[in-house]
């Protein structure tokens, strides 16, 4: 309908809220022409499960995918595609609510029916194994996530040829278990493989060829050979700012604007802060900083203890500008959550940069230019300031800020005793009662997970 296709608009440009205003709006018109059982009104309550999803409202998400499932089982029977779609849509909820398990249970079934139907040889068949490597390397069950990685190669190079992004996510993927699993040699084997059918496809600024550059930095950093995990990491950067291309010094710090992936670019940055970080720890006289491998801008090796930590702190504060941008273009709930998370351990080690490096400097320096005590004691505080707001920040986003935000206590209570009803027949569910009572009870906890309407309100 039109209002679906609007929705399905919005949600791949990311606008989350109006996506579910129109496929709910789409959903209560196919319901009200079509009745409850028909595939439109399946396909509907699939949508916005999907919408759901994105935005890591997990239990909703998995309401929604129920409720699609119930009625495409109904009319098209067990061994179809559709009923697949939608075993691997919950099998993938399940997983990011780290219910591994139920995860590998829904993405057997869906599995077995896809090459029941479509023959072991199939893209989709391919996911399917991919998926099922990606909940067995979640559990650190490495030899098995490995078994059903490679099956998803093989089946991905037969039919797409070497040169495809299906491809380099395979390599990925078996590159990401031998890190997991401390065998480097081969994780960078598999990480440069990657790298280079991604770098050809999609060119070098591209948040997936970024993401294989942070991966080989990961590995040599792993290894502790900190010169090429920095000469990576700087790769990362560049691959991430559309207007950043200084690969080669690995001292460089961009400007922070025009950036492709805000949690590549943050996590190349600070790592290339922590090891910095590590260098400056390492003042033993003889000290070997060959490793290295690179120039300071000065065309000499420095082994300075204070110039590394230096480094740090200018790491850090591209790192504090990059999330002061984010904050104002995230969206999704666990994209709040891992930003505010990373964003606590940049602050933190901020903090500790400038507190040694104040305790680094003269007795003389006590004015207030940039090698100054009161300049790194004064950084130290903003940092740690920053890190109090950003939890802060976070806790605001719960139930607290609905206290702010003027709604009443009745409305407040109304929604605790849902939450409680919520909590039993969840429960109640994962005893997994006979077919009959399951319906029954995802139906009541379909109707509780309705939101609480706060519309209407007066706001101070």
């Known amino acids: 309908s039109f209002y679906n296709n609007i929705g399905i608009v919005f949600y791949e440009k990311s606008e989350y809220d109006l996506a579910l205003q129109y496929c709910l709006e789409s959903l209560e018109i196919h319901k009200e022409l079509l009745g409850e059982k028909h595939a439109d009104v399946a396909n509907s309550y699939n949508n916005i499960g999907m919408v759901y999803n994105a935005k890591s409202e997990y239990d909703l998400a998995l309401q929604y995918y129920f409720k699609s499932l119930e009625i495409r089982k109904e009319l098209l029977g067990e061994r179809h595609t559709n009923v697949a779609d939608s075993y691997i849509n919950i099998g993938s909820v399940y997983n990011d609510k780290n219910e591994y398990d139920l995860a590998l249970q829904y993405y057997f079934k869906s599995l077995e029916i896809y090459t029941e139907l479509l023959g072991e040889k199939h893209t989709v068949v391919a996911l399917s194994y991919n998926n099922i490597g990606v909940v067995y390397n979640d559990k650190k069950e490495y030899d098995l996530a490995l078994q059903y990685y490679y099956k998803s190669l093989e089946i991905n190079k037969e039919l797409l040829g070497e040169k495809h992004t299906d491809v380099a996510r395979s390599y990925n993927n078996i590159g990401m278990v031998y890190n997991n699993n401390k065998e480097y040699d081969l994780a960078l084997q598999y990480y440069s493989e990657s790298l280079e059918i991604r770098k050809e496809l999609l060119g070098e600024k591209h948040t997936d060829v970024a993401r294989s550059y942070n991966n080989i930095g990961m590995v040599y950093n792993n290894k502790n050979d900190y010169g090429l995990a920095l000469q990576y990491y700087q790769k990362g950067v560049a691959s991430s700012l559309r207007n950043f291309n200084d690969t080669l010094n690995i001292y460089s710090v961009p400007l922070i604007n025009d950036f492709l992936n805000w949690h590549e670019l943050l996590e190349a940055l600070q790592i ?3 090891i910095f970080v590590s260098l400056s720890a390492l003042t033993e006289p003889n000290c070997d900083f060959d490793s290295l491998q690179q120039k300071s801008p000065s065309g000499k090796i420095n082994n300075d203890r204070v110039d590394y930590l230096k480094y740090a702190l200018r790491h850090y504060q591209a790192c504090d500008t990059l999330i002061n941008q984010s904050r104002q273009s995230i969206i999704t709930k666990s994209d709040k959550i891992a930003l505010g998370e990373q964003a606590s351990e940049v602050y933190k080690g901020a903090v500790n940069v400038c507190i040694n490096l104040a305790a680094s400097s003269s007795p003389r320096q006590m004015g207030t230019g940039s090698d100054s005590v009161s300049y790194y004691n004064e950084h130290a505080f903003y940092f740690s300031e920053k890190n109090k707001s950003s939890v802060l920040l976070e806790a605001l986003a719960g139930a607290e800020a609905k206290k702010f935000a003027g709604i009443p206590d009745t409305l407040l209570k109304k929604e605790h005793k849902l939450q409680i009803d ?25 109707n509780a997970n309705r939101p609480v309407s706060y519309t209407h309100l007066t706001l101070p």
Do not use: C, G, M, N
């Open 272 to 274: 290339k802060s922590e």
């Open 422 to 446: 919520i909590a039993l027949y969840k429960r109640i569910l994962a005893e997994q009662p006979d077919s009959a009572q399951e319906i029954l009870f995802r139906d009541k906890l379909f």
